[in-house]
Each structure stands twice: as C-alpha cells, then as structure tokens.
C-alpha cells in the first residue's frame, strides 16, 4: 500500500466500558477527558480513517481532527462533499480509505471507529494492534466494541494492576492487544473464543484459583498425607508387620512427589506471571508522530 517500504501498521483505537458499550446515539455515553488526550496523544501526526457517523460524532470544531490527516468512509455523495468542504477525505470503502492513508504516512495508521468499521476490520483481519481504554461504567449503548478472538493477546496492561482514577471520579484503564504472529491460518480461522478485557479478567481469576491449589497441595494436604503415611508404616514395621509397612511407607513416597510436583508447578506459574508483568510494565513504542 506505500509503495516499496514495508506495509503500515494498522491499529485500531477505541474506549469501551467493562460490558464493551462504545457509543450511544451517536455519542460516548460517559466524559473522560483523560481518555481524550490518551487519544489524542496516540493518534497524533498519524492518517486516521472513520466512518461517516464517527465523523458526524465530533463536535464542528474538531471536523477535521487537527494534526492528522481524518479519511472518512461514506456512500453518500453529499456527505462526500461536504466531509471534503472541512478539509477531510472522503472514500467509498475502508479498501480505499487504507490505501490513501498509507500514501500519507508509511508507519502507522489508526482506524478510529465506529462500530461498522471496527467490525469490518477486526472480521477481515486487517489490523494487528488495538488499543483499548476500558472505563468502569455502567452506561448503556446501542453500539459495541468489536469482539476480539482468541488469535489476539494482552500484551500490555496499564496500570499493571488494578485502574487509574479520572478527575472526575470515572476508573478506567489502557490495555494494549496484538494479534499473535505465530497463529496459523487454520488455527485463526478455529480461534472463536473472545479474548478481550473480560477474558483477560477472567483468565486472571483462574490463575489465582490454580496458585491457591497448588499451594494447598503442595505446602499442606500432601506433607500431612505423606507424614501420616510415613509415621504408619513405621508403626507397623516396628510391630513385626513389615509388609503392610513397607507398603504404606511406598505410598508416602508418592506423597512427597505429588509435593514435590506441586510445588515446582507453582513456581513456573508465578514465574509466568513475573514475566507477563514485565511485560505489561514495558513502554510501548511511541505512536507514530508522536
Ligand atoms: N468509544 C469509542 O472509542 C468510539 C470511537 C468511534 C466511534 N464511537 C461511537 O460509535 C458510534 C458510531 O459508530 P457506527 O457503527 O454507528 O458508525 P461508523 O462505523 O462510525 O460509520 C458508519 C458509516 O460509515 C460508512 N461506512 C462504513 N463502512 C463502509 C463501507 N464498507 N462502505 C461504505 N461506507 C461505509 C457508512 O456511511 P454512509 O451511511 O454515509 O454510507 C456507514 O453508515 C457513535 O456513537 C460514536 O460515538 C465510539
């Protein structure tokens, strides 16, 4: 799409609330001014490329949104023309809004909504990165946030843990998603399980489950079993019963490995979570233009 250097990274930008509500008649139903600069600050000097309702979304005054150059998806004509009146791009399809935008910038372009266009391109695999502010609202919308599957990941969460908390009073956080590059096309086209901010929350809670058992396990139920079996078999070897305490003190050998087991299963996952943390607290490169 630009000529002879490498493709544009296309990224997709958007804030929902935790239900995934992004917009209702024709507005967001929540005021967030952090996420406004967040925005800002993101998409700054990049081409950005919307449908004509997100368009019609902005307040006069930001049509076109300064510093980028605002390409806008219609099939009306008049829309067209007036889109261009502004200052801003109008095109027929999202094909040819991606194909103008990488003409203006060879980095990176952000598809900025609405729900038509982020399902477009989510459905059709055309973008590689999303970048998600989740707010903690209870708002209701009558348009969602695309669904993200399983060929996607969380690859940086900000804050960490837990969420930053608005002038306002609003909570909300930044979660960055890529699609992985070693999914296959079969295992893409089989990848059906949404893996967005609820998933992520989700497979947060089970992991905490799994450290709970394992350390269970591994630290009390079966040092105990194994300490009873043991003190049992030596019990009956002491008392001339040496075959049964032979046995028992087999049994509490296999104690100890389950122990044992448990024990070396905890400490990979919280390796694992070590690592996913790291990778959270890692900053992202900067957007392009800054
Ligand atoms: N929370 C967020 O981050 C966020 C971001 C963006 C938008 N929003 C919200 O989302 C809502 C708007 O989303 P929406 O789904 O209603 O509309 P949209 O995706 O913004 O725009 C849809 C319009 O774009 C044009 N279009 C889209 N795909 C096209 C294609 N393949 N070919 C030709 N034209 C195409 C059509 O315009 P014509 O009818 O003119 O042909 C269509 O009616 C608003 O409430 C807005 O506030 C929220």
Do not use: C
Not at 5 to 25: L, N, R, Y
Not at 78 to 90: C, N, V
Not at 110 to 121: F, M, P, R
Not at 170 to 181: I, V
Request: hydrophobic share 40%; charged share 20%.
């Amino acid at each position: 799409m630009s000529g002879d250097s490498a493709p544009a990274e296309i990224g997709m930008i958007w804030a929902q609330t935790h239900t995934g509500v992004i917009g209702d008649a024709g507005a967001m139903p929540w005021h967030l001014p952090e996420d406004l600069a967040h925005f800002k600050t993101t998409t700054r000097g990049a081409p950005v490329v919307m449908g004509r309702r997100t368009w019609e979304s902005f307040p006069e005054r930001y049509r076109p949104l300064p510093g980028r150059q605002n390409i806008v998806i219609t099939s009306d004509q008049h829309a067209a023309e007036q889109i261009r009146e502004r200052g801003g791009h109008p095109v027929a399809s999202l094909d040819e809004g991606l194909e103008l935008a990488a003409g203006f910038a060879p980095e990176r372009i952000w598809v900025i909504g609405g729900g038509q266009v982020y399902s477009e391109t989510v459905t059709r695999g055309i973008a590689d990165l999303a970048v998600i502010t989740v707010i903690q609202s209870s708002a209701s919308g009558d348009t969602s946030a695309p669904t993200l599957t399983a060929d996607w990941e969380l690859t940086r969460r900000d804050p960490a843990v837990g969420t930053h908390q608005g002038a306002n009073g609003l909570q909300y956080h930044f979660e960055t998603h890529r699609r992985k590059p070693e999914m296959t096309e079969t295992s893409r086209a089989t990848a059906t399980q949404p893996a967005g901010p609820n998933t992520s929350q989700a497979a947060s809670q089970a992991t905490s489950t799994n450290l709970t058992m394992l350390g269970l396990g591994g630290y009390l139920i079966l040092p105990f079993l194994a300490l009873f079996t043991v003190t049992l078999g030596f019990v009956l070897v002491l008392n001339d019963r040496i075959l049964p305490g032979l046995a028992f003190l087999f049994v509490a050998q296999l104690w100890v490995a389950g122990g044992l087991w448990a024990h070396l299963k905890r400490r990979r996952l919280l390796q694992e979570i070590k690592e996913a943390r790291g990778l959270a607290e890692r900053p992202e490169a900067p957007g392009a233009g800054g």
